[in-house]
């Protein structure tokens, strides 16, 4: 297991309570010295876990796990025919997908595991969606200067706060959940038919603009026109002035993330409300939200979302590290009396095929092998 190194990234790809169930497949698991201090969990309790803490630890693995991508010059000090998996944004990451093939070296993607049944315990972006969902419920009540919930006191009645969730999956559907038990009065929309169920399920109202629903692949929204994003805010505007708190949580891996919200939407709301920008890293769903900063916007305190699983990262990383070790675990042949144990993938797999960006040198995720070398010429009948 790989120590992080990107700037501000807490969470580890491997718990000491997890490497039981790699070492009893018949795997070996080596720890970098440090990897799990961000997260606290220290070197010794790796040891006693049954691992061993060594600093050439991805020099000299099968399968390095990490929780971003190893940067380039660690990449370079993987030995030929090794596998790394990790978060793999490949659409903002061609030079290091590049490196990979060059390097021999099979990567997988955890934001490209499929989004089928039988792969919903390797789902690393719904596992961490949780956290982020939970963790912007969190901060929205710890920014705005009032109670959440209704409170019936001798000296008068403090009425609870509004909150409006636009966006309603798994974190959208957190921040819902985590906002009614702190007693906040929710109201929540999202454009897919489905969700509006899920949100009344959560004991939120669901927001109905009468508009045509966008249902997509793989359970997330398809884009919209501009003609429909303009009546949607619109129709959203009245209910966004009368929050008191606003959570956006609606984006779609490797897309830039649909503007919800207009500085004049929130330039609408009243004295001392927040809004909390869960998907300002790609772009934001409020105009002039900011990744890692409050701005002010009018009267309202706006939040924007920078690595938000990693603020919690205990949890975060018993979440992602069980989904690792589910993937791993498929693409293990286990120890037996006539073999050790191998790590093995089978390529027929759908969720390992899905999943694989680059393998024998070459660049095995399409739409990343279009983007870098360009559209494959088709053999002339």
């Not at 049944?117 to 912007?136: E, F, K, N």
């Not at 505007?237 to 207009?262: C, K, N």
């Not at 969720?351 to 070398?373: K, N, Q």
Request: aromatic share 4%; net charge negative.
């Amino acid at each position: 297991m790989a120590r992080e190194s990107g700037e501000g990234e807490a969470r580890v790809a491997m718990v000491p309570e997890l490497v039981g169930k790699l070492t009893g497949l018949g795997c070996e698991v080596a720890v970098e010295p440090g990897a799990g201090e961000r997260a606290e969990f220290d070197d010794a309790s790796y040891v006693d876990a049954g691992a061993a803490v060594d600093e050439r630890a991805i020099e000299e693995a099968d399968v390095v796990v990490s929780v971003q991508p190893l940067a380039t010059d660690r990449v370079r000090r993987l030995r030929e025919g090794a596998s790394t998996i990790s978060f793999l944004p490949v659409g903002s990451s061609h030079d290091l997908v590049v490196d990979l093939r060059d390097v021999g070296v099979t990567s997988f993607a955890m934001e490209l595991v499929p989004r089928i049944s039988r792969a919903q315990s390797m789902d690393a972006l719904s596992s961490q969606a949780l956290v982020s969902g939970y963790r912007c419920a969190i901060v929205a009540a710890g920014l705005l200067r009032r109670f959440f919930p209704l409170n019936m006191t001798a000296a008068g009645t403090v009425p609870p706060a509004e909150v409006v969730v636009l966006g309603a999956g798994v974190a959208g559907l957190q921040a819902i959940a985590t906002c009614k038990r702190l007693g906040a009065v929710v109201k929540a929309y999202d454009v897919r038919a489905a969700a509006a169920e899920e949100i009344r399920s959560m004991g939120a109202q669901s927001i109905d603009l009468e508009l045509d629903t966008l249902e997509g692949a793989g359970g997330y929204a398809r884009e919209m026109t501009e003609d429909r994003a303009a009546r949607q805010r619109e129709l959203l505007s009245p209910y966004i002035a009368a929050a008191d708190a606003l959570i956006t949580t609606a984006a779609v891996p490797g897309r830039q993330a649909p503007m919800l919200v207009t500085r004049e939407m929130v330039e609408q709301m009243k004295p001392g409300s927040v809004v909390v920008d869960l998907a300002a890293e790609t772009g934001g769903n409020v105009e002039g939200s900011e990744p890692g900063r409050v701005v002010r916007i009018g009267h309202a305190q706006v939040w924007g979302g920078q690595n938000v699983p990693s603020s919690m990262p205990g949890p975060a990383s018993r979440l992602y590290a069980q989904n690792v070790v589910n993937l791993v675990t498929l693409m293990t042949r286990p120890a037996s009396e006539d073999a050790p144990a191998a790590f093995t993938p089978d390529f027929d797999d759908e969720i390992v095929a899905g999943a694989c960006v680059t393998h024998d040198r070459r660049i095995l995720h399409e739409p990343t092998r279009e983007a870098i070398d360009g559209p494959t010429e088709e053999a002339t009948p």
